[in-house]
């Protein structure tokens, strides 16, 4: 039986239970928004600290957290969860709300959710390894691999002249989203769910600037990527990747698009907050042709294996493996810089091959962002002290006034900000 919207409100009250303290709204970092602090809720279990961490990280730890889901509980989230990664090891996990309002279930350390556009740096290390393999160079163009692209209008020069490389880094022209137009109506698709849909929209797609000249984010370019790994390996993107690195890497509860039935218990809803009213997106949806673009589905400890290789961590054994999926050398060439993003007061951001840099203080942080239907999340490293930072939300809204709440995005770049003052420093 379907809740209610005035019971989905009283969940998401009981979440904000009484208030214990007073906080200005933006302080420590977090978005404006809730004036006061609640009650913190209990942290759920975590792997013990191991004693070779940094004295000071369990306490400035557990103030970063407290005040996260404090402002979490305020802003009306309704489940997420964030973890430190050292050595390999899962440090620690925190937990936060609900997976699932239907069923009451709460967000534990088996809860799935959804990576969205982290799915990229997956696409990356496919097309590296096809190129340590000798199928393919990053200076092909792409018209070698997919032709049908000759279609598209380039008002810069040949079409020829886009490379992998620039598809990589965002760099090749093209337009952010997947739809050239439509997309809004609810019985639309939520993805292209065939390639000949994105080839019948490739005449009506133009090159937005020379090709190299800057950084222009690019869904459909990952796509392309995703087309490259499919015709060179001759299999399906899913079915290369889950063969050649989640399962070396042993993430064995990651997957696809719609969840295995004996994974169903774990997955985690989204959810849309208007007005106080959370509305479920559902469980599953497909993300079609653009699953190299954003198909990922994960728990959190599957999420610390893939950083434990990121990061070139682990015992002895497993460490051994990471090769058979891709060379340090090739990793590390993924974190050069290829095109500046932004800068800001706080950080430069530059983009390399498939991950994004954040230059914070003296160390670069590679890692990537993924934002789709209500999943927020992160994951970076810095691969100097083998430590990284994994983060997702179930949820997005918007409050009075059009005002977003909870406004998910400034709450993760000020956690995001915040991980990097405050705990990655530590390591250092």
């Not at 009306?76 to 309002?101: H, I, N, P, Q, R």
């Not at 409050?399 to 991980?419: C, F, K, S, Y």
Request: include cysteine; aromatic fraction near 10%.
């Amino acid at each position: 039986m379907s809740r209610s919207p005035q019971r989905l409100i009283l969940l998401l009250a009981l979440l904000a239970v009484s208030v214990t303290a007073t906080v200005p709204a933006g302080a420590q970092g977090w978005p404006a928004g809730a004036q006061e602090r609640p009650a913190r809720t209990p942290a759920a279990a975590a792997p013990a600290v191991a004693t070779q961490l940094p004295p000071a990280f369990p306490r400035a730890w557990d103030r970063l957290s407290a005040e996260l889901k404090d402002t979490l509980q305020a802003s009306g989230m309704v489940g997420s969860s964030w973890a430190f990664v050292s050595d390999g090891k899962m440090v620690a996990l925190e937990t936060f709300g609900f997976a699932d309002l239907e069923t009451d279930r709460r967000v534990d350390e088996s809860t799935i959710f959804h990576w969205a556009s982290i799915t990229k740096t997956l696409t990356g290390i496919a097309i590296m390894q096809l190129r340590d393999r000798g199928r393919l160079d990053l200076e092909d163009r792409i018209l070698h691999h997919v032709p049908e692209l000759r279609e598209v209008h380039n008002p810069y020069g040949p079409m020829e002249a886009i490379t992998l490389r620039h598809l990589l880094s965002h760099s090749a022209g093209f337009r952010n989203s997947t739809w050239p137009w439509g997309g809004g109506e609810s019985w639309h698709p939520h993805e292209p769910t065939r390639w000949d849909q994105l080839v019948a929209m490739m005449p009506y797609t133009e090159i937005l600037f020379p090709p190299g000249s800057r950084y222009s984010y690019s869904n459909p370019g990952i796509v392309f990527l995703g087309q490259v790994v499919e015709r060179i390996s001759g299999e399906e993107w899913e079915v290369y990747v889950e063969k050649n690195i989640l399962r070396p890497l042993g993430m064995h509860r990651s997957y696809f698009d719609y969840t295995p039935y004996h994974l169903l218990k774990d997955r985690s809803n989204n959810y849309s907050v208007r007005d106080g009213v959370a509305t479920a997106g559902g469980l599953d949806f497909d993300t079609g042709i653009t699953v190299s673009n954003g198909g990922l589905n994960a728990p959190l400890g599957d999420m610390a294996r893939y950083l434990a290789f990121l990061t070139d961590a682990g015992t002895e054994e497993v460490r051994a493996l990471y090769p058979e999926v891709l060379s340090r050398a090739s990793l590390e060439e993924m974190w050069e810089v290829v095109v500046q993003v932004e800068e800001t007061p706080t950080f430069r951001e530059s983009m390399g091959l498939c991950f994004f840099l954040i230059d914070f203080g003296d160390a670069r942080y590679p890692g990537h962002t993924g934002s789709q239907k209500s999943f927020q999340s992160f994951i970076y490293i810095d691969p100097g002290t083998k430590t990284g930072v994994i983060a997702a939300f179930n949820t997005t809204g918007v409050g009075p006034e059009g005002v977003a709440r909870p406004a998910t995005r400034a709450i993760l770049n000020g956690l995001r900000e915040r991980m990097f003052g405050e705990i990655f420093s530590l390591f250092r």
